[in-house]
């Protein structure tokens, strides 16, 4: 009869328990569909700011505005991080051709991120096309030196995960200026990391490595439409000419910061939970999907848990941060300046995948931790939120990575992401209201979940 009469208790607390939980996530998507935020944070932010890349004075702008919005939520603590991130400015608007027998024909271009410029002039040269990195070596120096290595892998569209798609050959991007050079080439154009075929260059990151200098050459991203006219062009004409100059410039590290804002936890403040996205975005659009949605909807997080007067037991802390983009650098600061403090984080969620809407999260954690979550997945079921994998999280919280935290990011449908993804499309318009506010009520929802229930920690085995 005892035995019973605990069992029949813990049913009764377990369904209590539930209860309360399923009354706090309506209560939170409720709140951010009917009365968010987020929307007019990503109007203003994308709107009256635009485009934040680190070093310029746009980003220096952000800062000022998140830490301003921030401090209007009556937080317990707002303040700045310093942070030195590189700068780099992509000058006047990129030029470029292809020269056929019946003359030039106008490309889409844009430089890469990082990219030295073009000489005075411009280039002119023959093309070698390839389909990645691996056909350098088999064509060898003497059919690549003097020539555009034009990298033309697309992105490849059987792959359901775009993510992984975009993985699959944006190595060209990064390194295909620097093993490129190797062989002789005068530089480089690439195929825009992107499924739809249209008219938008996609810049990104690029890097050099240890080249000097001097030597470094030019890479720009070419737009998919103009990808295939190239290397249609090619097949009918192997000597076809194409021609680019740019302006580019690369100047010494500058001061920025990382944005922060916490709710002290009333049972738990030593242990640190984070939600962020980064400021920074590229400049050819206003960064509204990568990554302003970010932004927005993780400030939402702290004042959605404010307006439903939920109380965090852990402390809940925002981390807007700087320079993801090209360097990393804000993510590496936050986490070095976490560790110097000995500050214990149990939990980091990032949204750094775009505004559209929300499907689940992926996990990098303990298979306990991932259990705890699959216990939680019912009370998301009237949201259609149903992805929950193991993987990976974000770039910015990953290097708070250790054998203790929970890592998350959320995972919004990504099949339009890469349409948008460092391009001049990368726009307001291109943002839903209602799908950018469900992303804010889902991690809010996993974030008051982990507050109050906290992490797993693995039992340790007895040799």
């Known amino acids: 009869m005892k035995k019973l009469s605990i069992l029949l208790f813990l049913s009764v607390a377990i369904g209590f328990a539930q209860n309360a939980d399923e009354k706090q996530l309506k209560s939170v998507y409720s709140t951010s569909l009917i009365n968010g935020q987020s929307y007019a944070w990503l109007d203003h932010l994308s709107n009256e700011i635009g485009g934040r890349l680190s070093g310029s004075a746009n980003a220096a702008k952000a800062v000022q505005y998140t830490k301003a919005e921030l401090e209007k939520l009556g937080l317990d603590n707002v303040w700045l991080q310093e942070v030195l991130v590189p700068k780099w400015e992509r000058g006047g608007a990129e030029v470029a051709y292809m020269q056929t027998n019946s003359g030039k024909i106008d490309m889409q271009i844009c430089a890469l991120g990082g990219s030295v410029a073009t000489k005075d002039g411009g280039i002119e040269a023959e093309v070698i096309e390839v389909k990645g990195i691996d056909d350098l070596k088999l064509l060898g120096k003497d059919k690549i030196q003097g020539k555009i290595v034009f990298y033309n892998r697309p992105m490849q569209a059987d792959l359901i995960s775009t993510f992984e798609a975009y993985g699959g050959c944006v190595d060209q991007r990064y390194a295909g200026a620097k093993e490129a050079l190797k062989y002789g080439a005068v530089g480089v154009v690439v195929r825009s990391m992107n499924l739809r075929m249209d008219d938008y260059p996609h810049t990104g990151s690029m890097g050099y490595e240890d080249v000097a200098v001097e030597d470094r050459i030019p890479a720009a991203a070419i737009s998919t439409n103009g990808a295939e006219l190239l290397s249609k062009q090619l097949q009918k004409d192997p000597k076809t000419k194409f021609g680019f100059t740019m302006y580019c410039k690369q100047f010494k590290d500058v001061k920025s910061h990382n944005v922060i804002g916490e709710i002290t936890g009333s049972e738990f403040p030593n242990e640190i939970i984070i939600v962020g996205g980064h400021l920074d975005s590229w400049d050819l659009g206003d960064g509204s999907h990568d990554d302003g ?26 981390v807007l941060f ?12 936050y986490a070095e300046i976490a560790k110097e403090k000995g500050e214990k984080h149990v939990f980091a969620l990032e949204s750094d995948a775009g505004g559209f809407t929300p499907r689940g999260f992926s996990f990098d954690c303990s298979d306990e931790n991932f259990a705890q979550v699959e216990s ?27 054998d203790q935290i929970v890592l998350a990011g959320l995972r919004p449908d990504s099949q339009r992401y890469f349409d948008h993804h460092h391009a001049a499309n990368d726009t307001f318009d291109a943002v839903n209201k209602r799908e950018l506010e469900l992303g804010a009520a889902t991690m809010t929802s996993l974030v008051y979940l982990f507050d109050k229930y906290g992490t797993v920690t693995p039992k340790k085995i007895k040799g």
């Open 322 to 333: 700087m320079n993801e983009e090209n360097g990393l650098r804000g993510g590496k600061k």
């Open 293 to 318: 949605a970010g932004v927005v909807q993780s400030m939402e997080v702290l004042r959605l848990m404010k307006e439903t007067g939920y109380k965090p037991k852990r402390t809940i802390r925002v």
């Open 376 to 402: 939680w997945k019912a009370l998301f079921k009237p949201y259609l939120i149903h992805y929950f994998e193991k993987g990976g999280s974000g770039a910015d919280i990953g290097p708070l990575k250790d």
